[in-house]
C-alpha cells in the first residue's frame, strides 16, 4: 500500500477550514499516524506525523509531513518535539533546519515547527507519486533504525518496491554538493547495470571515488553492503582480498582484514540485494595478480577455491565460492609512474570510464559550497534497490536501435583491426546489453550518445602502441566519428577548433581521439590512460 492518496486528501483539506480528521487512516504500516488542521481555528501550518510505540507529538521523534500555508510548500521532516526535548535522535539525519531552509530561500520565518529538520521539499501542484512513495519508505526505513523498530507484521501486502529513476540519484548527489554532469552519471549507472565491472580512471581528485561511494551510499540500505578497500602497492595475490587457510593451525582459516571475503559471503546468502566492492587506486598493484581469481570467474561463472579442507566448512569460510550475481565491483584508477597498465583481459573485462574536469564545471565547483556530506545520502535511493537488481539480471541485447548499432560497430571493427586491437564476441554483445538497458533507463537517450559512451568505454581503452602502428587507424576511427572527416587531419593536428567541425556524430570519442593523436605526435606513443 502507499499514502499517496491519503497525502492528496490531506492537502486539500488544508485549503478549507475543516478540522475533521476522523476519515483519515490512524495506522500506516505498524506505525501511528495522527493528523492536525488546527483546534478551534484552521492553523497555519497543517501537520501528519507517524509515530512509533513510546513516541508522541509532545515528546518524542517521528517522520513529519508539513503543509505551510503561506508559502505553500509541502515539507517531509525529521520531526523533533516542541514540548519536551526528544530523548532520541535521528541517527541519519545530517540535514537543515526548516528555519534555515527558510532563511536560505528567503521564505520568512516558519510559523511553527523550524527546529525540525528538511528532508524533503514538494511543491504540492507538482506531487509525483512514485517519489512520494519513494521518500515516504526511505524516512520510515530510517526511523525504525532510529528507534530500534523491527517491521511490524502485517496482513496486507507493503509495497515498499519503487521503480529505479537514475535521475532520483542526480537529484540526491547534487543536494549535498556533489556536482557532476548528468550525462555522465547516466554512463556510470548505465555501465554498472550492464556489467558490473566498472572502472573509473582520470585526473586524481576529480571525484572517482566520490562518485562509487555516493552511488552505492544512496542505494543500499546499510553500510554492510558497501566495502571500500584502498589496493596496496605490495599486493602479489589474492589473499588481502580473499585471505588464506591457516597452515600453523588446523582447521583455521585466516579471513583478510579488507572485509572483502565477508562481503562476498553476505551477497551470497542476501541475492536480492545489491553489493558494491570498491577497489580504491586497483592500479598501484599488478591488478592481474591479486584480481585473477576474479576475472576469471566473471566470465567463466565458476566457483573460486579458497581451501582444500576435508569439510565444506573451514572456520566458517566454505571451501569454494561463486561471484555473487549482486556483486558491483567499482575500480579507481590514477595513471603516474608509481602505477601500473591494464592488460586486455582486464580492459575487456570492465566498462571504462574517464574522468575530465573542464573548465564550466571547475567554476561551477568554486562558487559553491565546497562542504560534501556523504552521509546524507545513506539509504536514499535503497526503495529503488529491488528495482535495480531486477534490470541488473535481464538478460537483454534487443533494442530499437540495434540494426543501426551493429552497422556502425562493424565500421569501427574495420578500423581496429587494422592496428591488432579489433573486439571481440564479448565486447560486441556488452555494447549490444549496454544500448539495450540504456533504452530502457533512459527512453529519451540519443542512440549517437548511447554508442559513443559504449566506444569510449569498451572499444578504445585496449588502443595502445607506437605512432607507427596507430597513426593511421586513429585517423579513420576519426572519420567515421564526423561527418566532415576531410578536415580530421587539422583537428588532429590542432590547425582548427572541435567547434570547427561540422555534425560530430561521437564527440566524447573524438574529443579522446584528438589527445591521444596528439600525445602520439609527441611522444611517438599512446594509450587510451592518460598520466
Same mark, same amino acid.
Not at 519513494?134 to 523498530?149: F, S, T
Not at 571515488?209 to 571500500?228: R, Y
Not at 596496496?232 to 583478510?256: C, F, H, I, M, S
Not at 590542432?494 to 566524447?508: M, N, Q, R
Given at each position: 500500500?502507499?499514502?499517496?492518496?491519503?497525502?492528496?486528501?490531506?492537502?486539500?483539506?488544508?485549503?478549507?477550514?475543516?478540522?475533521?480528521?476522523?476519515?483519515?487512516?490512524?495506522?500506516?504500516?505498524?506505525?501511528?499516524?495522527?493528523?492536525?488542521?488546527?483546534?478551534?481555528?484552521?492553523?497555519?501550518?497543517?501537520?501528519?506525523?507517524?509515530?512509533?510505540?513510546?513516541?508522541?507529538?509532545?515528546?518524542?521523534?517521528?517522520?513529519?509531513?508539513?503543509?505551510?500555508?503561506?508559502?505553500?510548500?509541502?515539507?517531509?521532516? *525529521?520531526?523533533?518535539?516542541?514540548?519536551?526535548?526528544?530523548?532520541?535522535?535521528?541517527?541519519?539525519?545530517?540535514?537543515?533546519?526548516?528555519?534555515?531552509?527558510?532563511?536560505?530561500?528567503? +521564505?520568512?520565518?516558519?510559523?511553527?515547527?523550524?527546529?525540525? +529538520?528538511?528532508?524533503?521539499?514538494?511543491?504540492?501542484?507538482?506531487?509525483?507519486?512514485? $517519489?512520494? $512513495?519513494?521518500?515516504? #519508505?526511505?524516512?520510515?526505513?530510517? *526511523?525504525?533504525?532510529?528507534?530500534?523498530?523491527?517491521?511490524?507484521?502485517?496482513?496486507?501486502?507493503?509495497?515498499?518496491?519503487?521503480?529505479?529513476?537514475?535521475?532520483?540519484?542526480?537529484?540526491?548527489?547534487?543536494?549535498?554538493?556533489?556536482?557532476?554532469?548528468?550525462?555522465?552519471?547516466?554512463?556510470?549507472?548505465?555501465?554498472?547495470?550492464?556489467?558490473?565491472?566498472?572502472?573509473?580512471?582520470?585526473?586524481?581528485?576529480?571525484?572517482?571515488?566520490?562518485?562509487?561511494?555516493?552511488?552505492?551510499?544512496?542505494?543500499?540500505?546499510?553500510?554492510?553492503?558497501?566495502?571500500?578497500?584502498?589496493?596496496?602497492?605490495?599486493?602479489?595475490?589474492?589473499?588481502?582480498?580473499?585471505?588464506?587457510?591457516?597452515?600453523?593451525? /588446523?582447521?583455521?582459516?585466516?579471513?583478510?582484514?579488507?572485509?572483502?571475503?565477508?562481503?562476498?559471503?553476505?551477497?551470497?546468502?542476501?541475492?536480492?540485494?545489491?553489493?558494491?566492492?570498491?577497489?580504491?587506486?586497483?592500479?598501484?598493484?599488478?591488478?592481474?595478480?591479486?584480481?585473477?581469481?576474479?576475472?576469471?570467474?566473471?566470465?567463466?561463472?565458476?566457483?573460486?577455491?579458497?581451501?582444500?579442507?576435508?569439510?565444506?566448512?573451514?572456520?566458517?569460510?566454505?571451501?569454494?565460492?561463486?561471484?555473487?550475481?549482486?556483486?558491483?565491483?567499482?575500480?579507481?584508477?590514477?595513471?603516474?609512474?608509481?602505477?601500473?597498465?591494464?592488460?586486455?583481459?582486464?580492459?575487456?573485462?570492465?566498462?571504462?570510464?574517464?574522468?575530465?574536469?573542464?573548465?564550466?564545471?571547475?567554476?561551477?565547483?568554486?562558487?559553491?559550497?565546497?562542504?560534501?556530506?556523504?552521509?546524507?545520502?545513506?539509504?536514499?535511493?535503497?526503495?529503488?534497490?529491488?528495482?535495480?537488481?531486477?534490470?541488473?539480471?535481464?538478460?537483454?541485447?534487443?533494442?530499437?536501435?540495434?540494426?543501426?548499432?551493429?552497422?556502425?560497430?562493424?565500421?569501427?571493427?574495420?578500423?581496429? /583491426?587494422?592496428?591488432?586491437?579489433?573486439?571481440?564476441?564479448?565486447? #560486441? #554483445?556488452?555494447?549490444?546489453?549496454?544500448?539495450?538497458?540504456?533504452?530502457?533507463?533512459?527512453?529519451?537517450?540519443?542512440?549517437?550518445?548511447?554508442?559513443?559512451?559504449?566506444?569510449?568505454?569498451?572499444?578504445?581503452?585496449?588502443?595502445?602502441?607506437?605512432?607507427?602502428?596507430?597513426?593511421?587507424?586513429?585517423?579513420?576511427?576519426?572519420?567515421?566519428?564526423?561527418?566532415?572527416?576531410?578536415?580530421?587531419?587539422?583537428?588532429?593536428?590542432?590547425?582548427?577548433?572541435?567547434?570547427?567541425? $561540422?555534425?560530430?556524430?561521437?564527440?566524447?570519442?573524438?574529443?579522446?581521439?584528438?589527445?591521444?593523436?596528439?600525445?602520439?605526435?609527441?611522444?611517438?606513443?599512446?594509450?587510451? #590512460?592518460?598520466?
Amino acid at each position: 500500500m502507499d499514502y499517496f492518496n491519503e497525502l492528496s486528501r490531506f492537502l486539500e483539506q488544508s485549503q478549507t477550514d475543516s478540522l475533521k480528521t476522523a476519515h483519515f487512516a490512524d495506522q500506516f504500516e505498524g506505525l501511528k499516524v495522527k493528523l492536525s488542521f488546527g483546534k478551534g481555528n484552521p492553523a497555519r501550518v497543517t501537520w501528519i506525523a507517524f509515530l512509533a510505540e513510546g513516541q508522541t507529538i509532545t515528546n518524542g521523534i517521528y517522520p513529519f509531513y508539513l503543509y505551510y500555508k503561506k508559502q505553500n510548500i509541502l515539507i517531509l521532516a *525529521y520531526g523533533l518535539s516542541e514540548t519536551i526535548p526528544p530523548a532520541i535522535s535521528w541517527k541519519s539525519a545530517d540535514q537543515v533546519k526548516i528555519s534555515t531552509y527558510f532563511k536560505k530561500k528567503d +521564505l520568512g520565518k516558519p510559523a511553527r515547527y523550524g527546529a525540525s +529538520l528538511v528532508f524533503k521539499v514538494y511543491d504540492p501542484a507538482k506531487l509525483d507519486r512514485t $517519489e512520494v $512513495e519513494g521518500d515516504l #519508505a526511505e524516512i520510515i526505513l530510517i *526511523y525504525r533504525q532510529a528507534v530500534g523498530q523491527k517491521p511490524v507484521p502485517t496482513k496486507r501486502k507493503i509495497n515498499t518496491k519503487v521503480a529505479f529513476d537514475y535521475k532520483a540519484f542526480q537529484k540526491s548527489i547534487t543536494s549535498c554538493n556533489l556536482h557532476i554532469n548528468p550525462n555522465f552519471t547516466l554512463r556510470f549507472i548505465t555501465s554498472l547495470l550492464a556489467k558490473p565491472f566498472v572502472i573509473l580512471t582520470g585526473l586524481s581528485g576529480s571525484g572517482k571515488t566520490k562518485l562509487a561511494l555516493a552511488f552505492s551510499k544512496w542505494l543500499c540500505e546499510s553500510e554492510n553492503q558497501i566495502c571500500l578497500v584502498a589496493v596496496g602497492a605490495d599486493w602479489t595475490n589474492r589473499e588481502p582480498l580473499l585471505g588464506y587457510p591457516n597452515a600453523l593451525e /588446523q582447521g583455521k582459516y585466516v579471513k583478510p582484514d579488507s572485509g572483502v571475503l565477508d562481503l562476498l559471503l553476505m551477497a551470497g546468502k542476501n541475492p536480492r540485494k545489491p553489493y558494491f566492492l570498491i577497489l580504491d587506486e586497483m592500479n598501484l598493484s599488478h591488478v592481474e595478480r591479486y584480481f585473477a581469481d576474479f576475472l576469471s570467474a566473471m566470465e567463466s561463472g565458476e566457483h573460486i577455491r579458497l581451501h582444500s579442507g576435508q569439510s565444506d566448512m573451514l572456520d566458517g569460510v566454505p571451501a569454494k565460492i561463486k561471484l555473487p550475481k549482486n556483486l558491483f565491483i567499482i575500480g579507481t584508477v590514477n595513471i603516474d609512474e608509481t602505477t601500473y597498465m591494464f592488460s586486455p583481459k582486464v580492459l575487456d573485462r570492465a566498462n571504462v570510464i574517464e574522468f575530465r574536469v573542464i573548465k564550466e564545471e571547475m567554476e561551477h565547483f568554486l562558487s559553491l559550497d565546497c562542504t560534501l556530506s556523504l552521509d546524507t545520502l545513506a539509504g536514499s535511493g535503497a526503495v529503488m534497490a529491488g528495482d535495480f537488481m531486477e534490470i541488473a539480471l535481464m538478460n537483454v541485447t534487443e533494442s530499437k536501435h540495434k540494426p543501426f548499432i551493429v552497422n556502425v560497430l562493424m565500421s569501427f571493427f574495420e578500423s581496429l /583491426q587494422h592496428a591488432g586491437a579489433e573486439f571481440g564476441y564479448r565486447s #560486441a #554483445a556488452e555494447i549490444l546489453r549496454f544500448a539495450a538497458i540504456a533504452s530502457k533507463i533512459s527512453p529519451q537517450w540519443p542512440v549517437n550518445e548511447i554508442i559513443d559512451a559504449a566506444i569510449i568505454q569498451k572499444l578504445l581503452p585496449k588502443v595502445h602502441g607506437s605512432r607507427r602502428k596507430l597513426e593511421p587507424v586513429l585517423r579513420a576511427i576519426g572519420t567515421l566519428c564526423a561527418k566532415d572527416g576531410g578536415k580530421m587531419d587539422d583537428y588532429f593536428n590542432a590547425k582548427i577548433p572541435f567547434s570547427d567541425l $561540422e555534425e560530430v556524430y561521437y564527440p566524447v570519442t573524438l574529443e579522446k581521439l584528438g589527445r591521444m593523436y596528439r600525445s602520439l605526435v609527441d611522444n611517438g606513443f599512446t594509450s587510451f #590512460a592518460e598520466a
